[in-house]
């Protein structure tokens, strides 16, 4: 009977789901190399995977690319990196992620790179809460079926507030990007839920539990940004939720293959090379180089990318500023990009990710990865020795376990200077609640590795405006500079790890439009919603 209900709803909704939308070169007609014996050099500021993307698009169609990564590792917040463990040498990321199916330039790298086999399809969501039963959450049959299926699958949600619920928010069902971002931005997530009156338990098990992975202040989350979130993971498609993860650790699946195809292209990653300042002419305000950290780079560069994460672009931007303080044309066109862009930009709360290996593993029923919205500081648990083929034989071997909680909005909770030593006892008694069985069993800590960062960009209300496009710093006058990265506005809905590399990709798009090589074409989530008839 349950079902025959959904089905009827379905037709009388007649509500279709949109399809992702091209955006095609335009210059369809230009050669698709730089001509033979035309050399280009472009510095990219940021081995992140903005920059990673720049760089493969800009070296396969003949750029000389130097690539400038700060630390002693590529991949930005996707790193990972030899860590000696227990006498043993594992690698270990900056953290766990997903590949959600509308990652549609993540998607096409992974299959030039040859490297989808490194991924595997993580089917449903596992959910504990404070006050509500634990939620197993999967997208299963035909839009908009798969949505009211969520609901009624679930032992919270009664079907009718499910659908009032939906009925009732028509920003989602008939969602506009440059509406929403336009009327929303101003507000939080929050606010706009009271607003529209959002039954609390729909709000609670639905909306809050992807507030709380942002990263971000779940208080202070833009209302437009997280509209955008709902059509890019849960609206636009049947399959908009569902998600890979990675059966090897994130350098051997991704980062390995990605590297060791740009040195095949000729590309230059430089590591331990932090930039300080950009080279500008005084003349015609060309960006043309960098002062590193390590001394002056004599190399003129005909084009810059800067991928960096967001504090880094603030602090480089400083630093320019004060050293052509004296030139009047430079500091000013400088200031304005200050002023109307980067300066307006924030970083989100501090973070740590603590992977631990104990003696002894969990009940089979534990899911291999568990987000906890309620449970904060800790948002999501995950068991890499279910996920990764090197953990999995290290607890084939000893009967342990290897498990990461990671621990959003750190200094919100404990003190920013907490040492490593002293992060389980303050996380403890939140896991006994999560994992009782941890400490009932006397699972002993064998070894452990603190990942600690405040690296990612804010999206709290009223930074829309001032968040700058890839081109912004040209508009500002700023000549042969553009930005990418997962920060960067963009006219169409993304975020994320695919923010970051579909910006790079529109970075590498601006450099082929100046030099008359075709641009690379993006296929991207509908601005649109899937609405009602």
Request: glycine share 6%; with cysteine; net charge neutral.
């Amino acid at each position: 009977m349950l079902l025959i209900l959904l089905i009827s709803l379905g037709r009388i909704l007649c509500t279709f789901a949109r399809d992702p939308v091209w955006i095609n070169p335009l210059n369809p007609n230009d050669p698709e190399r730089l001509p033979s014996g035309k050399e280009k050099n472009v510095l990219i500021i940021g081995g992140g995977l903005a920059g990673l993307s720049a760089a493969l698009e800009l070296a396969e169609r003949g750029y000389s690319v130097t690539i400038k990564e700060k630390y002693t590792h590529i991949g930005g917040k996707l790193f990972c990196k030899p860590v000696k463990i227990l006498n043993q040498t594992f690698y270990i990321e900056h953290g766990f992620h997903a590949w959600f199916y509308n990652y549609y330039q993540f998607k096409d790298i992974r299959k030039r790179l040859g490297i989808d086999s490194n991924f595997k399809r993580w089917d449903a969501v596992h959910y504990i809460f404070r006050n509500y039963l634990p939620e197993v959450i999967y997208s299963e049959g035909p839009y908009p079926l798969n949505l009211l299926g969520i609901i009624s699958r679930s032992p919270n949600l009664k079907l009718t507030d499910g659908i009032l619920s939906i009925l009732s928010l028509p920003d989602m069902i008939f969602y506009d990007f440059d509406h929403i971002n336009k009327k929303y931005d101003n507000l939080t997530f929050h606010e706009w839920a009271i607003e529209k009156k959002v039954a609390q338990d729909f709000y609670d098990i639905i909306m809050k539990p992807a507030l709380s992975v942002t990263l971000n202040e779940p208080e202070t989350f833009s209302a437009a940004e997280m509209l955008a979130f709902i059509q890019i993971y849960f609206l636009t498609n049947s399959e908009a939720d569902t998600r890979e993860v990675a059966n090897v650790n994130y350098y051997q699946a991704v980062l390995g293959p990605w590297s060791d195809y740009l040195k095949k292209l000729n590309v230059n990653i430089q590591f331990d090379k932090e930039v300080v300042s950009l080279k500008i002419d005084e003349k015609n305000l060309n960006v043309y180089g960098s002062v590193d950290k390590d001394g002056d780079d004599a190399t003129v560069y005909d084009w810059i990318v800067m991928a960096a994460e967001v504090g880094a672009v603030k602090k480089i931007f400083n630093n320019t500023l004060k050293f052509y303080n004296n030139s009047p044309s430079v500091k000013n066109v400088l200031s304005n990009c200050v002023q109307n862009h980067i300066g307006h930009m924030k970083v989100s709360p501090d973070y740590k990710v603590v992977r631990i290996w104990f003696d002894k593993q969990l009940n089979s029923s534990a899911p291999n990865i568990l987000e906890t919205p309620d449970f904060a500081p800790i948002n999501l648990v995950a068991q890499y020795h279910l996920l990764e083929e090197e953990f999995a034989t290290w607890a084939q071997k000893t009967g342990g376990s290897v498990i990461e909680f990671h621990c959003y909005t750190w200094s919100s909770f404990f003190s920013p200077n907490t040492s490593d030593d002293q992060v389980w006892s303050l996380i403890s008694p939140t896991v006994r609640e999560i994992y009782p069985e941890i400490f009932e069993k006397n699972f002993k800590i064998l070894d452990y590795n603190v990942n600690s960062f405040q690296n990612f960009g804010s999206f709290e209300k009223g930074l829309l405006e001032y968040r700058p496009y890839v081109n912004s710093l040209v508009k500002n006058k700023l000549k042969n500079i553009y930005l990418a990265g997962d920060w960067i506005r963009t006219d169409y809905p993304v975020a994320l790890m695919e923010r970051a590399v579909s910006t790079g990709r529109e970075a590498a798009n601006q450099i082929l439009l100046q030099d008359s090589v075709k641009q690379v074409p993006l296929l991207v989530v509908n601005k649109k919603g899937p609405g009602l008839f």
